[in-house]
């Protein structure tokens, strides 16, 4: 994370700079875990490989998931039969380094987008 967005995080409010788009929803509200990635894909249309941040990967203490951004829907509806919970609990994270972008749906009642600055 340093080398492509210039910093280091440590939870996921910290990822709240260089916003470019938001959406608010009532703090709260649940949703389908398909819902969320139509949400997030509202903020920038999902492109090349991301890497997906999920309570899973927290509590787990594993790294991300890393698709192509054409398997998301795939990924998405199945996550729930492979790994025992929804994808969707609190916050998730989607990243693609290589176009230095980040989704995030943050639990109390926002999803932003950041975009890193690109270094010419």
Known sequence: MGIVFGK???NVDEL???????????????????????????????NGYLHVITDYCYENKCG??????????????????IYKQPFYSTDIVIINFEEKIIWVLFHEGICWLT?????S
Do not use: C, H
């Open 8 to 10: 280091n995080f440590k």
């Open 16 to 46: 709240y700079f260089n916003v470019v788009k938001q959406i608010n929803f009532e703090e709260g509200m649940e949703f389908e875990d398909i819902e969320v990635v139509i949400l997030l894909e509202k903020l920038n249309e999902f």
């Open 64 to 81: 991300p998931f890393v698709l192509d951004a054409s398997e998301i829907e795939t990924f998405v509806k199945s996550f729930k039969e």
């Open 115 to 119: 975009r890193g600055e690109f270094n």
